[in-house]
């Protein structure tokens, strides 16, 4: 059984930061990527950032590169995701997920998800 739990969710203004933590257990996710998604109320859940098992290689979608980071620390299981520059469209429940694959064109895949951690950003 895969568990998937994040944390660090909260309500911060705009241009503030938070940090997501994603801790893994019950498998190794050996040589997979993980990866972080967000649904804001009424859309469809997007791709945000994907990070490699070594943690060499990160993935971003345009609408947070340059202000989120995505890393990992393999020897805690651990993913996170630190926003900085947060604006109110960034309001979303985001979601933790692995192992993450990309289908093609936008379309990313993930076999395991977490529970999901509310971001709510107010203007």
């Known amino acids: 059984q895969v568990q998937l739990v994040e944390s660090g969710g909260g309500l911060v203004q705009a241009g503030g930061s938070l940090r997501l933590s994603c801790a893994a257990s019950?498998?190794?996710?050996?040589?997979?990527?993980m990866g972080w998604f967000r649904q804001a109320p009424g859309k469809e859940r997007e791709f945000v950032a994907v990070i490699s098992w070594s943690g060499g290689n990160t993935y971003y979608a345009d609408s947070v590169k340059g202000r989120f980071t995505i890393s990992k620390d393999n020897a805690k299981n651990t993913v996170y995701l630190q926003m900085n520059s947060l604006k109110p469209e960034d309001t979303a429940v985001y979601y933790c997920a692995a192992p993450v694959s990309h289908v093609g064109g936008s379309r990313w895949y993930a076999d395991y998800w977490g529970q999901g951690t509310q971001v709510t950003v107010s203007s």
């Open positions: 019950g498998r190794t996710f050996t040589n997979y990527a």
